[in-house]
């Protein structure tokens, strides 16, 4: 069973960045799909970025061209660069093992992380 902890939130004004980081520990990391979700209260919770284990990435519409997803697995850590933030993008911010290659639905994914917290002022 894999165990995740991300870090890296906190408040930035818009236009700025942040970068998020997910550890990973308890099983193998580099044999599986990882994803990154967001929610905001009173919302379902959406995906926003997805790196296969052959590194294969993919977006939301929602951040395509000012995210970037990647992974590091000699260190069992995946991150998400988030570049150009607005307001929209204030959520918390989750990272999850998937079980299938192009996970993008929650139900595809089996292990959670707490989430952090992203703020973006306007």
């Known amino acids: 069973q894999a165990h995740l902890v991300e870090s890296g939130g906190g408040l930035v004004q818009s236009g700025g960045s942040l970068r998020l980081s997910c550890v990973r520990s308890?099983?193998?990391?580099?044999?599986?799909?990882m994803g990154w979700f967001r929610q905001t209260p009173g919302k379902e919770r959406e995906f926003v970025a997805g790196i296969t284990w052959t590194e294969s990435t993919y977006y939301s519409e929602d951040v395509e061209g000012r995210f970037t997803i990647s992974r590091d697995n000699a260190n069992n850590t995946m991150y998400l660069q988030m570049d150009s933030l607005k307001s929209e993008d204030t959520a918390v911010y989750y990272c999850?093992?998937?079980?299938?290659?192009?996970?993008?639905?929650?139900?595809?994914?089996?292990?959670w992380g707490q989430g952090t917290q992203v703020t973006v002022s306007s």
């Open positions: 999850a093992v998937g079980r299938k290659y192009h996970a993008t639905k929650t139900w595809d994914y089996i292990y």
């Open positions: 308890g099983d193998s990391f580099s044999s599986s799909t």
